[in-house]
Nanobody, 125 residues
């Protein structure tokens, strides 16, 4: 059974950095992928997407602070998070859709067909 496996969550102080990783099955090597999060008492929201050609989109709340990237040789998706804020706290999920393009960009990541179990990020002020 195909699955996405996230790692790299943890705790950081405001202004700090964390990098999340997601192991991707070979069948999704050229797929549209993204990251979404769910904070305490909040709905799930997409934060970043990356299409099969490397094109990326970001939510306004993370633009300039977060970077989505992929190591194609190892099939690992990353989310580099810099200048973290307390409102970035939550469960972060890696997600994939079985097509190479990303209609709607980050806005639709929460509805992608394949999603990992998530990794917790906690940012303290």
């Amino acid at each position: 059974q195909e699955q996405l496996v996230e790692s790299g969550g943890g705790s950081a102080q405001a202004g700090g950095s964390l990098r999340l990783s997601c192991a991707v099955p070979d069948t999704y090597a050229r797929a549209c992928m993204g990251w979404l999060r769910q904070g305490p008492g909040k709905e799930r929201e997409g934060v970043a997407s990356r299409d099969g050609n490397g094109g990326t989109t970001y939510a306004d709340s993370v633009k300039g602070r977060f970077t989505i990237s992929k190591d194609n040789a190892r099939n690992v998706l990353y989310l580099q998070m810099n200048n973290l804020k307390p409102e970035d706290s939550g469960m972060y999920y890696c997600a994939a859709e079985g097509i190479p393009f990303c209609p709607g960009g980050y806005r639709n990541v929460a509805s992608f067909g394949l999603r990992g179990q998530g990794t917790q990020v906690t940012v303290s002020s």
